[in-house]
């Protein structure tokens, strides 16, 4: 790669400008909910600056063929088996394995001390459990498509790998769906009372402190479990966003056997968020 | 021989082009989708098998065992195919792993013991 090529992949602006965006959000926000309201303009702002830096990536990406399989600047043998996009995706990845790990084992510690204190919010699923298997039926299906994608485009069919792009992209919309009616429903149910609307295996209603409905300041089976589910949502939210820019630049051809490297790389964040949810159904809603 | 140099380990080819990749990048990426539907149904099965699972009620031990055992299953499954680490170097491999000690002190260490948490349980979550 010639200097000048070096100079137009590594003179772009975008990911300090989304850094400096992200940093206004989260310092605007913290203060925002917490006694300083003045600082909402400090979220918009940065909000705005994100926004800002997301498009001037895109704009850079979109029309450019990207640098695929760029060797990692390394003396040592052992670090240039793999592109340095590829190992980079592998690290941030890294970080989201803690971020999960983290919100699972809270909630595990809480429940393993709980004992049979803890209702969780499982016996109000129960009698719903087919939404629960939908969405993990359409995550699953759609980690396939998402490599069937991949495998189109080394063998230059943009049309299939648009169509299962497309796929991917309804069936994360699917899920995201149901989600949300989920929610809606726990919200809004009755678990106690003579107007209870979900009972146990046992014909009774759940637990009186469920009698209004089960909401993240509910209870602390309540917060552990809408905080779970929700980071994990936002996840899936995010790569649908994701896979929208992708079957826009995948139907004009934008992906064939010499580039693909940006679907690889994204179908690793896509399989990973599947991996949370074969954690989170189980012991979130099976149990 | 490492996994990356052993014959058996290496994808099927079944009559495809090979895709340019530069020399470092040597894998053989799986040229069939029979394969990956075949990965799809397994995740299916034990999928089902999980849901069977938790209708039995077994103990929390028990089902916190075959829970963690069905999902491990499920996660190699995803990695070693669907993230095609099985025809990957062996960096991405060893790069994935690297969270795995952390994740069991994570789980088993904090997330499935208690210790003194019980003694102030009722007066610091009102349950």
């Not at chain 1, 595990?108 to 719903?128: C, E």
């Not at chain 2, 075959?66 to 995803?78: N, T």
């Amino acid at each position: 790669m010639s200097d000048a090529e070096h100079a137009e992949h590594h003179g772009t602006a975008s990911p300090i400008v989304s850094a400096v965006g992200l940093m206004g959000i989260m310092l605007g926000l913290t203060l925002a909910v917490n006694g300083y309201p003045s600082f909402w303009f400090v979220f918009l702002v940065g909000l705005f600056v994100l926004v800002t830096g997301f498009i001037m990536w895109l704009s850079e990406y979109y029309p450019m063929t990207s640098e695929e399989n760029e060797e990692i600047e390394t003396y040592h043998p052992a670090f240039a088996t793999l592109s340095t996009r590829k190992l980079g995706t592998w690290i941030f990845l890294l970080t989201e394995m803690m971020v999960f790990g983290t919100l699972l084992s809270t909630y595990l510690r809480y429940r393993a001390a709980a004992g049979a204190d803890w209702v969780p919010a499982a016996d109000i699923i129960r009698s719903h459990l087919v939404f629960g298997v939908i969405n993990t039926m359409a995550l699953l299906l759609s980690s396939l498509t998402m490599v069937l994608a991949l495998y189109a485009a080394k063998r230059n069919d943009h049309k299939a790998t648009t169509r299962f792009l497309g796929c991917t992209f309804l069936l994360g919309i699917l899920f995201l769906v149901i989600k949300g009616f989920e929610w809606w429903e726990m919200k809004n149910g009755h678990f106690w009372g003579e107007n209870c609307t979900v009972k146990d295996i046992a014909n009774h209603c759940i637990d009186p402190k469920y009698e209004h409905g089960f909401w993240i300041n509910t209870s602390l089976e309540g917060s552990t479990f809408y905080v779970t589910t929700g980071t994990h949502g936002a996840h899936v939210l995010v790569g649908v966003i994701a896979l929208a820019y992708l079957i826009i630049k995948a139907n004009r051809g934008g992906y064939n056997s010499e580039y693909h490297d940006t679907l690889e790389l994204f179908g690793l964040y896509w399989h990973y968020v599947d991996v949370v949810w074969v954690f989170v159904f189980p012991f979130l809603y099976l149990f | 021989m490492s996994d990356d140099e052993n014959p058996d380990n290496a994808a099927p080819e079944e009559g495809v082009e090979e895709e340019a990749h530069d020399d470092h990048d040597e894998h053989t990426f799986p040229s069939y989708a029979n394969g990956f539907i075949a990965v799809f149904g397994w995740l299916v099965f034990f999928t089902i098998i999980e849901v069977m699972a938790i209708l039995q009620e077994f103990s929390f031990s028990a089902t916190m065992f075959i829970l963690f055992s069905i999902a491990f299953v499920k996660v190699w499954f995803i990695a070693s195919f669907f993230m095609h680490l099985r025809w990957d170097p062996p960096l991405a491999t060893r790069t994935a792993a690297v969270p795995i000690f952390f994740l069991i002190v994570l789980f088993i260490a904090i997330g499935l013991t208690s210790p003194g948490a019980t003694d102030d349980w009722h007066s610091v979550t009102g349950l």
